[in-house]
């Protein structure tokens, strides 16, 4: 069958550069090219024109995406319509990573039904996991898949191929007449190494994307944590599953090889949870003599020196870390087994590394008060990371957090999720701070931001030069 791929268009309508193309997508691609389906993958957010936005000017622009929801003429839908007939396809599968993409997925699903209406719809993601009655009571979806999707669209887009039903098909939820039938869950991929390498070439318009924008990596699924307000492990569970070291380094070869990729971004959960898969990680590198530099996520609380020296000397430019909070009390609550003082102890050991390193926080936490937000503001200037990431929380269904703010009212079902982005300050969930003191202490937290990373940005300038 003819299927086309669809990461539906949200950062690009608030006029912001996406890096990296999605991943989860060349997954399922290369599971269906391999078994001799015609598939291509529409990146909805990629624009070569676009760049990078800072937090103030995203947040800025989020109502843009809003008015692009209600604007069915809007030229990027207009764009989305003439992809769909260019490649005529039989299934159309979109991706919705982000809970914020659920305005943006239901206008392309309605554009897939006033083209050719016998297409069938498939979504999957974090959201049609853990609610799949909301995205089906869309009449332009069809089918839902929960979790891991590549035996699962596979097997799904093998059936419609054939004319079979549906109902053996582990993993999705679907319709039938005025039923909603969701089949037994799939059960998670056991050997990774199984998977096809992502196949990045059916990405239509590849010659335009970047080396680096091709440098996604991801070398393990799973986290064993339970934080109260991550649904990542809805997805792929809390057992940890890896790829071999072998199974890395040759995708890292292809990518170095084919594509000129010189700088690689990890997107495991937790790359360093595992640290002895780390050391032989970068033993790896270094006999194969791949030259590439790269980042990775990391738990603050499982770093030292020695590992940090040898992840430097294998090309490991920058970590990413969850600090989160500065209060101990916001950390408790969020169930992620961090303290302010592991935060000062890993911090003086990123510092002292030479490895630069992202601290990223939350602002809005339901539990939140004015001194725990002011607490991490001063944290960050104490700590002093390379560069800040601060994201407004975001209640995803599936976590505790979220169930909390349900039973509380502070949710109502059904919930646009079209609100929600990490960078909208168009709602908050803070319960002990107004509305008009949140946004103050917003704007006091974008400057200290903006401060720590433009001095970070004027050293690291001056290193260079």
Not at 92 to 121: F, P, Q, R
Not at 175 to 200: C, G, M, T, W
Not at 263 to 281: C, E, G
Not at 330 to 338: A, M, P, S, T, V
Request: net charge negative; hydrophobic share 40%; glycine share 6%.
């Amino acid at each position: 069958m003819k299927v086309l791929l669809i990461d539906p268009p949200f950062h690009r309508f608030m006029g912001i550069y996406r890096q990296y193309y999605p991943v989860g997508l060349s997954y399922l691609s290369a599971s269906l090219n391999r078994a001799g389906h015609k598939t291509l993958i529409f990146d909805g957010e990629h624009d070569v024109g676009l760049s990078t936005r800072s937090f103030r000017d995203s947040a800025a622009e989020f109502p843009r995406y809003l008015d692009a929801l209600k604007n069915k003429h809007h030229p990027l839908w207009k764009e989305v319509r003439s992809v769909i007939e260019d490649v005529d396809p039989d299934v159309i599968g979109i991706g919705m990573i982000a809970e914020g993409k659920y305005g943006s997925t239901l206008c392309v699903a309605e554009i897939v039904k006033e083209w050719k209406d016998e297409v069938t719809v498939i979504v999957g993601g974090h959201l049609p996991t853990t609610k799949p009655e909301l995205l089906l009571s869309s009449p332009n979806i069809d089918v839902v898949v929960r979790g891991e999707g590549e035996l699962t669209v596979l097997e799904l887009v093998n059936n419609l191929h054939h004319g079979n039903p549906l109902d053996d098909v582990l993993g999705i939820s679907y319709k039938e007449q005025d039923r909603i039938i969701h089949n037994p869950d799939r059960p998670l991929i056991a050997v990774l190494d199984e998977s096809a390498f992502p196949d990045i070439e059916s990405i239509i318009n590849f010659d335009t994307y970047r080396p680096v924008d091709l440098g996604v990596v991801v070398t393990s699924r799973g986290c064993p944590y339970s934080c109260s307000f991550c649904a990542i492990r809805n997805l792929w569970g809390q057992k940890v599953r890896y790829h071999s070291i072998e199974y890395v380094i040759e995708e890292i070869r292809r990518l170095v090889e084919k594509h000129n990729v010189g700088y690689i971004s990890f997107r495991d959960p937790t790359f360093n949870l595992d640290r002895k898969r780390v050391i032989k990680f970068c033993e790896a590198l270094h006999r194969e003599n791949l030259k590439i530099e790269w980042e990775c996520f990391v738990r603050i609380d499982r770093i030292d020196k020695t590992l940090l020296d040898m992840m430097k000397q294998a090309g490991c430019y920058r970590v990413r870390v969850g600090v989160e909070s500065g209060s101990d009390r916001i950390h408790k609550y969020l169930n992620k087994g961090l303290t302010v003082a592991k935060i000062r102890q890993g911090a003086a050991i990123l510092n002292s590394s030479g490895i630069r390193w992202t601290a990223f926080v939350m602002i809005g936490i339901p539990e939140e008060t004015e001194d725990d937000l002011l607490a991490t503001l001063e944290l960050l200037k104490e700590i002093q990371p390379t560069f800040v990431n601060i994201a407004l929380f975001n209640p995803i269904p599936g976590t505790r957090v979220y169930q909390e703010l349900l039973e509380e009212g502070v949710i109502c079902e059904p919930f646009d999720y079209s609100q929600l982005g990490f960078k909208a300050r168009i709602l908050h969930f803070s319960k002990h701070i107004s509305d008009e003191r949140f946004q103050e202490l917003m704007d006091l937290a974008i400057s200290v931001t903006e401060e720590i990373n433009a001095q970070n940005y004027l050293v690291d300038f001056l290193t260079k030069t």
